[in-house]
């Protein structure tokens, strides 16, 4: 009997625990597509009416209109959120697999990140055909670069998620504090409103947020006239990304058998 490689079980394994995964997320609540369907609108339609209330108008940010500017934003975001909290409890919520020697902590982590950004793919691109239809500027000007810059948010979440995932998983208040975090991470993250209009003093301190250059990096792709915030730069997000990873992936390896009796 031929022996399979290290690779074909993970990627058995994988495959078992994404059909799971995936199964759970999207048929065990009917309105579970609704919801992802409606979050965004509903926050979308809410952001327009405070902004018309307030200012009187929605039609352009500096470089682009405010509704696609406003839509980007939100859809990167909720990439790098959703990456970073769905891990946390995935540890906990496979813990019966691993009494099978093949799987690991790490591996519900991965498949959960990778089924999250699988989903808010798919309603990102639904966006953008409802888009064309409707006639909202959603096409990239630089599809190449609109790509890079999702999937670098997309990774960046992913980095988050096993940092974040291991956290909770040896010091189960953690969880709690970093969901609590995740919460003003909509305000300074520049999704809602332009850092432009931000003081100097305060934006030197938001820039430190990888999430706001990967947010303008992504608005700079879609819309050719658009000016990023000046310090923006890909280097320091992938910093980022590189240093939640292999902090991440560290703290899996290190504390993985506390991680399993759990």
Not at 158 to 181: C, F, H, N, W
Not at 183 to 206: M, R, T
Not at 239 to 260: C, D, N, P
């Amino acid at each position: 009997m031929k022996t399979r490689t290290s690779w074909q079980v993970t990627r058995s394994v994988w495959h078992a625990m994404f059909i799971r995964e995936a199964l759970a997320r999207t048929m065990a609540d009917r309105m579970a597509w609704f919801w992802m369907l409606f979050e965004p609108i509903a926050i979308i339609a809410i952001m327009v009416l405070m902004r018309t209330v307030v200012m009187g108008k929605v039609k352009h940010i500096d470089g682009a209109d405010f509704i696609p500017w406003l839509v980007t934003g939100l859809f990167g975001f909720h990439l790098v959120r959703e990456n970073l909290m769905r891990p946390i409890g995935a540890v906990d919520a496979n813990a019966a697999l691993f009494a099978y020697r093949q799987v690991k902590p790490v591996d519900p982590v991965f498949i959960r990140c990778y089924l999250e950004g699988m989903l808010r793919s798919f309603t990102f691109l639904l966006f953008i055909s409802a888009g064309i239809l409707l006639e909202i500027d959603l096409i990239p000007d630089e599809p190449l670069h609109a790509l890079f810059y999702w999937l670098s948010l997309w990774i960046l979440g992913m980095g988050a998620g096993l940092t974040a995932s291991a956290i909770a998983g040896l010091v189960p208040e953690m969880g709690k504090i970093i969901r609590l975090a995740s919460l003003p991470l909509l305000i300074i993250s520049g999704v809602i409103f332009p850092l432009n209009f931000i003081p100097h003093a305060v934006l030197d301190y938001l820039m430190w947020n990888p999430i706001v250059h990967g947010l303008e990096l992504l608005r700079g792709a879609f819309f050719a006239s658009y000016r990023p915030v000046t310090g923006t730069s890909v280097i320091y997000l992938w910093y980022w990304i590189l240093s939640f990873t292999v902090l991440g992936l560290a703290l899996h390896l290190r504390f993985e058998q506390r991680l399993k009796r759990r």
